[in-house]
């Protein structure tokens, strides 16, 4: 069971996973709001790497396995790039959407949820099954990253970048193969 205490919680320990990759873009992206009971906590910064760096969890449990705040955090993003992306002309008409892989690829996350009766799923509670969780990550979660896109638009640009690098990628190895 772990503790973890970061000064400047979550975006602090962002920061700190991140000390030694080169970043993507400046600014943090913070929220922590709560609706429905449930306090939804997010942070995430994207880096150079190849791979996504996530960590969730659930009334300070940890959840290897995700749940249903992951794919509902994971859903929302991949929306709200999509959409931001489209809005801005960043992807023509002709573009396909970016894919999930796409949007997580060199992303480091973390998801904390707090809910009155969390269920969780396998002995080790490595899974959060709450249903009810989804659709209240996913509503915090895009209605603050898309005013996080539109107010910094300078991260945005370097977040879409990478996302839009890991897309080409994907496709040419694709076309390889």
Same mark, same amino acid.
């Given at each position: 069971h772990y503790q973890f205490y970061f000064e400047g919680g979550i975006a602090s320990y962002v920061r700190h996973i991140n $000390?030694?990759?080169? %970043? $993507?873009?400046e600014n943090i992206f913070y929220v922590e709001k709560q609706a429905d009971k449930i306090n939804v906590e997010i942070a995430l910064q994207y880096t150079d790497d190849y791979s996504e760096s996530l960590h969730a969890f659930a009334n300070n449990i940890t959840n290897p396995e995700g749940g249903m705040h992951v794919a509902g955090f994971r859903g929302a993003l991949t929306l709200t790039l999509n959409t931001y992306s489209r809005n801005k002309g960043i992807l023509k008409e002709k573009d396909a959407n970016l894919g999930g892989e796409d949007v997580r690829e060199g992303l480091t996350v973390i998801i904390s949820v707090k809910i009155p009766e969390p269920q969780f799923e396998g002995q080790t509670k490595s899974k959060l099954g709450n249903q009810e969780v989804k659709p209240v990550v996913e509503a915090i979660f895009s209605d603050a990253f898309t005013i996080f896109l539109e107010e910094h638009p300078r991260? =945005?640009? *370097?977040? +879409? *970048? $990478?996302? +839009? %690098? =890991?897309?080409k990628a994907r496709n040419a190895s694709r076309i390889a193969r």
């Amino acid at each position: 069971h772990y503790q973890f205490y970061f000064e400047g919680g979550i975006a602090s320990y962002v920061r700190h996973i991140n $000390k030694n990759r080169e %970043l $993507k873009h400046e600014n943090i992206f913070y929220v922590e709001k709560q609706a429905d009971k449930i306090n939804v906590e997010i942070a995430l910064q994207y880096t150079d790497d190849y791979s996504e760096s996530l960590h969730a969890f659930a009334n300070n449990i940890t959840n290897p396995e995700g749940g249903m705040h992951v794919a509902g955090f994971r859903g929302a993003l991949t929306l709200t790039l999509n959409t931001y992306s489209r809005n801005k002309g960043i992807l023509k008409e002709k573009d396909a959407n970016l894919g999930g892989e796409d949007v997580r690829e060199g992303l480091t996350v973390i998801i904390s949820v707090k809910i009155p009766e969390p269920q969780f799923e396998g002995q080790t509670k490595s899974k959060l099954g709450n249903q009810e969780v989804k659709p209240v990550v996913e509503a915090i979660f895009s209605d603050a990253f898309t005013i996080f896109l539109e107010e910094h638009p300078r991260d =945005a640009e *370097g977040i +879409l *970048g $990478k996302c +839009l %690098l =890991a897309a080409k990628a994907r496709n040419a190895s694709r076309i390889a193969r």
